[in-house]
């Protein structure tokens, strides 16, 4: 697994960015096998999950993000998306993309993207 993630940039409150995070190692089948998820890390805080996407597609939100952003994934690009609407102030922050090998229970990290939301 080699997680490269981009997107990240400068945004305005209630603006909008798209968040993509590409395994270019893996090979497909274990891609489609593997539970992927994003993160984020503020300033003097602590990493948190923001939202995770099964094998199967299913979608789970922090409290924070659910109805602003969406979690999706393109098996056949290797690829899962963040798309982030109605950004706020609060979500400033580096945004980690993380694969688990649900097989043999290991996560793996992309390098970070940041994101910056001000007016």
């Known amino acids: 697994v080699q997680l490269q993630a981009s997107g990240g940039g400068l945004a305005q409150p209630g603006g909008s960015l798209k968040l993509s995070c590409k395994d270019s190692r893996s090979i497909l089948s274990t891609f489609v096998g593997n539970d992927m998820a994003w993160y984020r890390q503020a300033p003097g805080n602590q990493r948190e999950s923001v939202a995770a996407?099964?094998?199967?597609?299913?979608?789970d939100y922090s409290a924070s993000v659910k109805g602003r952003f969406t979690i999706s994934r393109n098996n056949g690009r290797r690829t899962i998306y963040l798309q982030m609407n109605n950004l706020q102030i609060e979500d400033t922050a580096v945004y980690y993309c993380?694969?688990?090998?649900?097989?043999?229970?290991?996560?793996?990290w992309g390098q970070g993207t940041l994101v910056t939301v001000s007016s």
């Open positions: 996407i099964t094998s199967g597609g299913v979608t």
């Open positions: 993380n694969a688990k090998n649900n097989r043999l229970g290991t996560h793996y």
